[in-house]
């Protein structure tokens, strides 16, 4: 399992930042610190804490989220967080690791903590990332390697994900936001809040109640029911008009 994103937030609407803490932890990251300007976040860095990554809003009392990007560590990876999009050329020209509008969702977090990730990894090896094709499940009192190539979806059950690979196994993980952010460029597909597959894993979709439903048949013969909003994404990753 990698080590979770250790990472710092810096938004000054308590609203928005709660949504966000909550959104971070669902993807499996370590939130260290929280903050309502950016004069408290500048200050708290040169105490040179442990951490991995910065979510900045840009708009914020004291400094704002633009003027600490500047006055930091420039290999520190930062994702601005705005409701403003004509920020965004000014924030990729301070090198930002991504630009999100509020309200953030999931699937662009994902995305967001994906890039971090990758981020880092060049940093540490010179560019060098090979990616990830195997996680961890239960195993007795151990753990053995599954390889994602074998397995069909995941499913969340009362904070437990289960992996599907010819049988049910338990993982380590809690979200299917941080299997996500385990696999950032495997394309895995939300098709429903609960439910996460591989596409190669599909072997055919067909309509059911009178049109309204979309079923998934998987390999190993189980079918899934897709949610209406997912349905349109399943259908363009599986190439369907």
Known sequence: MTNPLRVAVAEDEPMNQRRLLRLLQECGC??????GNG????EWLGTNPEVDALFLDIQ????????????????LPVVFVTAYAEHAVEAFSLDAVDFLLKPVTTD???????????????????GRSAP?????????????FMELSRTAYFEVEEQVVWAFAGERFRTKWKTLGEVE??????????IHRHLLIRPEAVLGIRSS??????????????????SRGATPKLKAALRIE
């Open 30 to 35: 370590e939130v260290v610190a929280t903050f």
């Open 39 to 42: 004069l408290e976040v500048e």
């Open 60 to 75: 914020m009392p004291g400094l704002d989220g633009m003027s600490l990007r500047a006055s930091i560590d420039p290999d």
């Open 108 to 126: 662009r977090l994902v995305k967001s903590l994906a890039k971090i990730r990758r981020a880092l990894g060049q940093r540490r090896d010179g």
């Open 132 to 144: 990830v094709t195997r996680y961890p499940v239960n195993a007795g009192t151990g753990v053995v």
């Open 181 to 190: 952010a385990f696999f950032p460029d495997a394309g895995l597909l939300r």
């Open 209 to 226: 109640g009178g049109g309204s439903r979309v079923m998934v048949r998987m390999i190993g013969g189980v079918e899934l029911e897709a």
